[in-house]
C-alpha cells in the first residue's frame, strides 16, 4: 500500500525521481528520498509519498514519528541531509519561489511576528507575498471574521491564546490563496465552533480544487474529513492510501496494528491520592 514512487535506497542515500509519466496527473505534493539526522537521531528516512491533487491528505503517526520534520522539510522550512519535494512538479529547495507561491503552511511551533497585532500580521503575510493591498485587505478582514478574531484584530499576537494563535497562523497561511494547504495539527487547542468554521473553510478550498495535507493524532478527524492517508511510524512512511484502503474501516484500530502500539492495562500503583 506503500506508494512505490522510486526504487529503494540504502538509508541516507537518495534514489533516482522517477520522470511524471506523459498523461499522469502532476500530484500536489511528491516527496522523494527525504533523510534528515538530527546527531545519532534518524528523525526521517527515505520519505518517498504522493500526494494527488484536489485530495485532502492526513499525516498520522505517534509521537516523535517524523511528521513536523517530514512536513518542514517538504514545504522549504528545514533543509533535508538528502532529497527534496515537488510541489505541482516544481522542485522545492531548486526553486522555492515559485514552489512556496504555491503553498500554503502552518508550521507546528513556528514563531510568528508577535510583536504585531493578528490583522497587521495577516495583512504583512499578504503583502510580503507582493498582493494588492486592497485586496489583502479585503481578505485579512474575511479570513478574522469567519475565524472568530474579528473582536481581536488590535490584540498584539503575543497576547493570544494558544488557539488564537493557531487561527491566526491559518490566516496567514490562507490569505494568498495557494493551492496546496500544508497545516501541522491544525485542530489542535481550537475551540468546536472555530474548528468547524475551519473545517468549513478546508472543505471548500478542496471542493474547489485545493490540496490540504494536514497532520493530527486525531483518528476520528482524519477518518471524518479526509481522502486519503499516509501513517509514519520512527521517520519511515508505514502506509498510504485512501481511507479505506489504509484504515479498512476503522483507522484507529489499524494505526495501533500498523505501529505497533502495545495494550496498556494496569496503572501506577504509585500514583494514588495522598489523605494527609
Ligand atoms: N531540532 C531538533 N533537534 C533534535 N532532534 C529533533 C529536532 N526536531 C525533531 N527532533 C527529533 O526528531 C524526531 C521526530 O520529531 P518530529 O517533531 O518530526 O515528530 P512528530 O511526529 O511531529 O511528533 P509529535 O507528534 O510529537 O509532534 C523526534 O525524535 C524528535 O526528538
Given at each position: 500500500?506503500?506508494?512505490?514512487v ?21 500530484p500536489a505534493l511528491r516527496t522523494w ?16 509519498l504522493v500526494i ?33 519535494a515537488f ?190
Amino acid at each position: 500500500m506503500v506508494d512505490a514512487v522510486t526504487p529503494p535506497a540504502a538509508p541516507g542515500q537518495p534514489s533516482q525521481p522517477v520522470p511524471a509519466q506523459p498523461g499522469q496527473p502532476v500530484p500536489a505534493l511528491r516527496t522523494w528520498g527525504l533523510f534528515k539526522r538530527f546527531g545519532p537521531k534518524v528523525a526521517v528516512q527515505q520519505f518517498e509519498l504522493v500526494i494527488p491533487a484536489g485530495s485532502y491528505f492526513g499525516i498520522v503517526g505517534p509521537n516523535g514519528a517524523g511528521k513536523t520534520t517530514t512536513l518542514s522539510m517538504a514545504t522549504g522550512l528545514l533543509t533535508p541531509d538528502t532529497g527534496t519535494a515537488f510541489v505541482h512538479g516544481v522542485d522545492v529547495w531548486k526553486d522555492p519561489h515559485a514552489a512556496k507561491r504555491q503553498l500554503g503552511v502552518l508550521p507546528d511551533g513556528f514563531r510568528l511576528f508577535d510583536r504585531l497585532t493578528g490583522a497587521e500580521l495577516v495583512t504583512y503575510a499578504g503583502l510580503l507575498r507582493g498582493m494588492d493591498p486592497a485586496v489583502v485587505k479585503q481578505r485579512t478582514d474575511d479570513l478574522l471574521q469567519v475565524l472568530g478574531l474579528a473582536e481581536e484584530a488590535g490584540k498584539l499576537v503575543a497576547d493570544y491564546s494558544a488557539g488564537m494563535t493557531k487561527k491566526i497562523g491559518l490566516a496567514t497561511a490562507m490569505v494568498h490563496a495557494p493551492s496546496v494547504l500544508v497545516l501541522d495539527e491544525p485542530f489542535e487547542s481550537v475551540d468546536p465552533v472555530s474548528a468547524s468554521h475551519i473545517r468549513g473553510l478546508l472543505s471548500d478550498f478542496v471542493a474547489n480544487g485545493g490540496t490540504v495535507v494536514l497532520s493530527s493524532h486525531v483518528m476520528e478527524l482524519v477518518e471524518r474529513l479526509c481522502t486519503h492517508v499516509a501513517v509514519m511510524n520512527a521517520g519511515a512512511l508505514v502506509a498510504s492510501g485512501t481511507i479505506a484502503e489504509v484504515g479498512g474501516g476503522n483507522l484507529e484500530h489499524r494505526f495501533a496494528e500498523l505501529v505497533g502500539a502495545t495494550e496498556v492495562t494496569g496503572g501506577l500503583p504509585w500514583l494514588r491520592p495522598s489523605h494527609d
